[in-house]
């Protein structure tokens, strides 16, 4: 027999939060993907112990498709979150740079904030 075990609110809460900051988001569209990915994080549990604890065959199939559903999209958004951050992150790298006469170079490393 399975049980189950029913999370109050404030306990989802404070997951949500401890994940979003767990991702260490760098923006808004960071943080929102978060929220999501722990929304279905939290979901799919739930299609898991329905899976285990159904005897019907239409149950576990509608179990089944759930905990499917759920992690490819909790997949796609992981790769979402690492396409954004590597767009965030382009790096260029300078090889030669020419001063002429008059001229002025900056010879460090110069790091400039992304918008978006």
Do not use: W
């Amino acid at each position: 027999m399975t049980r189950s075990i029913k999370h109050s609110p404030e306990a989802s809460l404070q997951f949500v939060i401890a994940f979003i900051k767990s991702i260490k988001p760098e923006s808004e569209i960071e943080t929102m993907l978060a929220a999501q990915m722990a929304a279905v994080h939290i979901c799919a549990p739930d299609a898991s112990r329905r899976y285990l604890s159904t005897t019907s065959l239409d149950g576990k199939d509608s179990a089944e498709r759930a905990m499917t559903k759920l992690t490819r999209t909790f997949t796609t958004q992981m790769e979402a979150l690492k396409r954004h951050h590597a767009k965030a992150r382009k790096i260029v790298r300078v090889e030669r740079v020419n001063v002429e006469s008059g001229g002025q170079a900056i010879v460090s490393d110069v790091s400039h904030q992304a918008e978006g």
